[in-house]
């Protein structure tokens, strides 16, 4: 019913730069917190940031100067803009949202993630 999609990973070196999109679509009456996660290998998902739906964002301290997360209420999508990346920012990265559906449910709902490698 409910499904998001994320967007825009890839390669990149060092210092460079990535924008993260994901989209939500389905039975959406509206989206509370929109946030982006990360898992790098054989270590735990963290969080990385969030926003929510008045705009009130915050971050993790390991991006805090260097990422940018914003939405699109209309388009029901949230981006991450990354900046400066380093090598330990390489993760799959994860898009959540707490969803309330038409039928009045409460989701808390997760993509399929997107890899993200920064090289050195």
């Known amino acids: 019913q409910v499904q998001l999609v994320e967007s825009g990973g890839g390669l990149v070196q060092a210092g460079g730069s990535l924008r993260l999109s994901c989209a939500a679509s389905g039975s959406i009456f509206s989206i509370n917190v929109m946030a982006w996660y990360r898992q790098a290998p054989g270590k735990q998902r963290e969080f990385v940031a969030s926003m929510n739906s008045g705009g009130t964002t915050n971050y993790a301290d390991s991006v805090k100067g260097r990422f940018t997360i914003s939405r699109d209420n209309a388009k029901k999508t949230v981006y991450l803009q990354m900046n400066s990346l380093k090598p330990e920012d390489t993760a799959v990265y994860y898009c959540?949202?707490?969803?309330?559906?038409?039928?009045?449910?409460?989701?808390?709902?997760w993509g399929q993630g997107t890899q993200v490698t920064v090289s050195s």
């Open positions: 959540n949202a707490g969803i309330r559906t038409w039928d009045r449910r409460d989701i808390n709902s």
